[in-house]
């Protein structure tokens, strides 16, 4: 019997069928070991030993593995064919080695593109050994993630509260995003005109032409910068007499775009299917790994992590056969079409990302399909047939025309396109992120030296406008051409920014959120090195001659490491004010942009003589005034919209240069009733400051749309806690509120909840007895809330569920026998995952606890490594920043 391991059931299923009974196939369902996520997994003073560490959930497979290699004759490993499946193979290996159930068996490694039947029996013809140097590049590729993720995101936890984490490409990516958004922000408008003459051949067709040159001079798209100076010119043209000066026709060709590579892939998913890059790998995935045809798994394209825009000689033969019989002789060429790879970087020497059968054709296989896998196939099948097809024809068109005025000379111009033979166009165009100005018109018979008549002069006015927010497809796109990340990254690291609310997709385009800016100026003003494009970059490359054999991984580790754990070990005695100083100075223009009366936009409003700066809480960055205590004006970084005056703010309200809104004055007290946005969101306040008495305040409650916040409903909420009635039995007051946990009624200490925030306004006395009697009768069990709130699943690292608590002194987060306090002013049912494993891991750190003991099968340690990196501590002195990482740091 012979064993083989692939990465997935689906493919297991599959190739079992196409082998036979002489063959075992089993999953390993990914990877099977990880670095655990705590300190020591990567021990750059033991020569960078790592600590490997298997998944929970793999110990059962990983088991069932073991049992079957022991009965096996020879052991076949065929995951995926690139860096990672190479990697997966290595793990499995090390494990069974670690298990004692190889002895001298043969153990072989094979790779396929696809999985058909023909593609997994040729492999099986040609085994070869685990790669070597491609697991070395994985090794250090997983070191340095780990590396730069465990030491700098505890800095920021320490330096700048708040923040998540950091990452080698994850935060090249983010400053991506910031940057452009700084851009868009510095950019200031500029004004220009266009002169657009409407003109009649003799036979009486129209058409349009540009001015484009005046008395011997050319003049560009921005040079008519006036209204004075249109009008000159616009008077000038209703003058003029129109003469064609020169017709110029040109053939052109268009070629046609290589197969899919995959961030091509993820590029025009997104862009004519609206699909996210995790979406579009999702769906590839399934397309690859196979769907049932008619009693038949099928896999219908090749290997969705690719480099590579070649394809397979057979399956450019396929390809030609299809456009023979579905297009004229024309559109095929009469040579196959080769293409190669542009970027320098391009890893791996795999396949485009093509259909298995190029006959298998969109229309016979959407039936076996879910609508977004259909759309997926048929356009990865029209972007490989269209890529073998003939070259599209056309003709362009450029008429030079000479309107003489008054002694004045002024040249216009009139450009168009047309296709004279559609080419691979017939099947397939690719869209692009940003449209450019080509004109694609097709002009009239004009004809050299006839005389044009005037229709009509246009002059209208136009605006340059800031370069645009990248959408996933162009940030994509960006980090290939700088060579930042590879095909398995971009939609990981795309997620990881969502994840970590470092950015939001608004009209489908990335925007930073504030917390975002901040750690993207934190890196650049203390670790600018690491968030350098080139730097990233050339990293990228290393791993990449690692992979060809040509450089040993853990050179390229002590190189990186020993000026990193120097810049790190610097920021030990990074002091707040430092830090807030280098964010003041890098981010002043995007937090206090200039006002539109020119006054200082750092003039703190409530006061009036202090300045508004960047503070730093507990909970994250906020801007507060310089005359704190005295003066306790604080605000969310950015109020959403302009700055200016009747700008739309945050949720669509209307909020004043200084963040407010006047709804009104309330009728008992005659003070102001506003709406405001402050550090933990917006709320209502009654009145102003006056000395250290604070106004009165109220929370919009969770759902309440700040652009609906009327007086009536103000006043409401700054009415609570308000008195419901006297309680029957005993004559004591009761009342209803909004607390941390929702709408509440109270008597006598108690508390019980109410249905919905809008009942807390209208309960009744009958109905407040009866809440508050139904709680009781609970009994107090229910009341400490020995229940859960909230069950967030099972912890990522340790295992075990995390669940959320109501507790006697707040609301905490539960592991097993930690429980760590919610912050203030943080509902629980907002917690996430992320959050709850760092507060256990911080609380976890503050309590002594016994070690516990891993399973002896649970870790092994990378062949080159003397020692465990548990098994050495190095003195506190020459320990790597690292080692005081808290124990849950979320490496990217």
């Not at 004004?191 to 058409?207: H, I, K, N, Q």
């Not at 590579?261 to 579009?280: D, I, M, V």
């Not at 100075?585 to 003039?603: C, M, N, T, V, Y």
């Not at 306004?761 to 009781?776: D, H, I």
Request: aromatic share 6%; hydrophobic share 40%.
């Amino acid at each position: 019997m012979n064993l083989v391991i692939v990465e997935s059931p689906a493919k297991a299923k599959t190739i079992n069928k196409y082998l036979g009974s002489a063959y075992q196939v089993v999953a390993s369902y990914g990877h099977v070991r990880d670095l655990p996520s705590k300190d020591g997994s990567v021990s750059p003073d033991d020569d960078f030993a790592m600590l490997w560490e298997a998944d929970p959930k793999s110990a059962k497979r990983l088991s069932d593995m073991a049992t079957a290699a022991k009965s096996a004759d020879r052991i076949i490993l065929a995951t995926d064919p690139d860096r990672e499946g190479e990697a997966i193979s290595w793990h499995v290996l090390e494990v069974l080695k670690q298990k004692r159930v190889l002895k001298d068996k043969p153990v072989e490694r094979v790779v396929f593109n696809a999985i058909t039947k023909q593609a997994v029996l040729d492999a099986m013809k040609n085994p070869r050994p685990i790669d070597a140097a491609l697991v070395d590049a994985y090794l250090a590729r997983r070191a340095l993630d780990y590396l730069v993720g465990f030491t700098l995101s505890p800095v920021l936890w320490r330096k700048l509260p708040g923040a998540r984490s950091a990452g080698r490409v994850q935060s090249v990516a983010l400053r991506l995003v910031c940057d452009r958004e700084s851009e868009i922000e510095s950019f200031r408008k500029r004004e220009y005109w266009s002169l657009v003459a409407r003109l009649a051949t003799p036979r009486g067709d129209e058409f349009d032409a540009r001015l484009v040159g005046a008395d011997g001079k050319k003049i560009s798209r921005l040079d008519v910068g006036t209204e004075a100076e249109a009008a000159a010119f616009r008077t000038a043209l209703e003058a003029g007499r129109f003469t064609v000066a020169d017709v110029e026709s040109k053939p052109a060709k268009r070629h046609p775009f290589a197969p899919f590579t995959t961030s091509t892939l993820q590029q025009e998913a997104s862009r004519k299917l609206g699909f996210a890059p995790n979406r579009t790998m999702q769906l590839a995935q399934r397309l690859y790994e196979g769907v049932d045809i008619g009693g038949e798994t099928v896999g219908l394209i090749t290997y969705m992590r690719t480099d590579g825009v070649d394809m397979a000689p057979e399956a450019v033969v396929a390809v030609r056969q299809v456009i023979g019989a579905d297009f004229s002789p024309r559109h095929l060429p009469d040579a196959p079409r080769r293409y190669q790879v542009k970027s320098k970087n391009a890893q791996e020497a795999h396949e485009a990302i093509r259909p298995t059968s190029p006959d298998r054709r969109p229309r016979d296989v959407a039936r076996y399909l879910d609508a977004d896998q259909a759309k997926l196939y048929e356009l990865i099948w029209k972007r490989t047939i269209a890529s073998q097809m003939e070259s599209a024809e056309m003709q362009r068109t450029s008429v030079d025309i000479l309107a003489e005025a008054g002694g004045r000379k002024l040249d216009l111009r009139a450009s168009g396109q047309v296709v004279t033979f559609d080419g691979f166009l017939a099947l397939y165009n690719e869209d692009k992120d940003e449209e450019g100005d080509e004109e694609d018109g097709r002009l009239p018979r004009i004809d050299k030296g006839e005389l044009l008549e005037k229709r009509a002069i246009t002059a209208a006015q136009h605006f340059t406008e800031p370069p645009p927010r990248y959408s996933e497809a162009s940030l994509v796109k960006r980090m290939e051409e700088l060579g930042i990340g590879r095909p398995s990254t971009y939609a990981a690291t795309l997620t990881v920014l969502r994840d970590r609310e470092y950015v939001r997709i608004e009209k489908k385009r990335l925007v930073p959120e504030d917390k975002g800016r901040l750690v993207t100026a934190f890196l650049q003003s203390f670790f600018s090195r690491y968030v350098e494009y080139d730097f990233t970059a050339d990293l990228e490359g290393k791993l990449d001659q690692i992979s060809a054999g040509e450089i040993a991984w853990k050179d390229v580790l002590r190189d990186f490491w020993t000026q990193f754990s120097l810049d790190v070990g610097e920021t030990k005695e990074l002091r707040v004010a430092q830090v807030l100083d280098a964010l003041n100075e890098l981010l002043g223009p995007h937090i206090f942009p200039e006002k539109a009366d020119g006054s200082d936009p750092r003039a703190c409003p409530a006061c009036g003589n202090g300045k508004l700066s960047l503070k730093l809480g507990k909970f994250g960055a906020f801007v507060g005034c310089s005359n704190y205590p005295e003066c306790r004006y604080t605000r969310q970084l950015v109020v959403q919209g302009d700055e200016g005056a009747g700008e739309a703010g945050e949720n669509g309200a209307m909020l004043g240069a200084d963040g407010t809104r006047v709804l009104g004055k309330d009728p008992e007290t005659g003070l102001e009733v506003t709406l405001r946005a402050g550090r933990f969101g917006q709320y209502v306040q009654l009145g102003e400051a006056e000395g250290t008495e604070k106004p009165k305040r109220s929370s919009l409650p969770k759902g309440w749309d700040a652009a609906s916040i009327d007086l009536d409903r103000a006043l409401a909420l700054l009415s609570l806690p308000r008195t419901v009635g006297i309680h029957p039995e005993d004559g004591k007051p009761i009342q209803a509120g909004l607390g941390r946990y929702g709408p509440f009624v109270l008597h006598d200490g108690k508390y019980a909840n109410l249905d919905g925030i809008d009942e807390v306004f209208a309960v009744g006395l009958n109905r407040a007895v009866t809440v508050l009697a139904e709680k009781q009768a609970k009994g107090p069990r229910a009341a400490r809330g020995a229940e859960p709130l909230k069950t967030l699943g099972d912890h990522p690292t340790l295992g075990g569920p995390v669940t959320v608590h109501s507790g006697k002194y707040g609301p905490y987060v539960k592991h097993g026998a930690v429980n760590a306090t919610l912050p203030k002013d943080t509902p629980p049912e907002t917690v996430s995952m992320d959050v709850a494993v760092a507060l256990i891991a911080e609380r976890a750190s503050k309590t002594p606890t016994k070690p516990v003991r891993a399973a002896k099968s649970a870790t092994t340690k990378a062949p080159a490594a003397k020692k465990t990196a548990a098994a050495k501590k190095a003195p506190a002195a020459k320990k790597a920043p690292a080692a005081k990482t808290k124990k849950a740091a979320q490496a990217s």
